[in-house]
């Protein structure tokens, strides 16, 4: 399912999920570029619950952003971010 609406008030993020940015090759500030930008949501196909948030960098990088849902709806877990792939590439608007 794309499109899902996805109410984010606050990200979460942990120094173990900076560190799995860090060798990802991407920082926090581009993760929170994404959300500021145009982006479409999915749920994650391998994990229940989880979401991906496909956008786009100030800089026009596409990333690809998986969160889990915290204990208020609103609060979402940083869990990883990479480069997106050519065919998720092509969903971001």
Same mark, same amino acid.
């Given at each position: 399912?794309?499109d899902r !609406? +996805?109410?984010?008030?606050?990200?979460?993020?942990? &120094? $173990?999920?900076?560190?799995?940015?860090?060798?990802? =090759?991407?920082?926090?500030?581009?993760?929170?570029e994404?959300?500021?930008?145009?982006? !479409? +949501?999915?749920?994650?196909?391998?994990?229940?619950? &989880? $979401?991906e948030i496909?956008g786009?960098?100030?800089? =026009?990088?596409?990333?690809?952003?998986a969160?889990?849902?915290?204990?208020d709806?609103?609060?979402?877990?940083?869990?990883?971010?990479?480069?997106?792939?050519?065919?998720?590439?092509?969903m971001?608007?």
């Open positions: 399912m794309t !609406r +996805v109410l984010v008030t606050r990200l979460e993020i942990t &120094r $173990v999920v900076e560190e799995k940015l860090a060798r990802h =090759g991407v920082c926090v500030p581009e993760v929170r994404v959300f500021a930008n145009p982006r !479409r +949501v999915r749920r994650n196909p391998r994990r229940a619950g &989880r $979401v496909l786009r960098t100030n800089g =026009g990088r596409a990333l690809v952003v969160l889990d849902p915290a204990s709806d609103t609060v979402w877990h940083i869990v990883t971010a990479y480069d997106a792939p050519p065919h998720l590439k092509a971001i608007p």
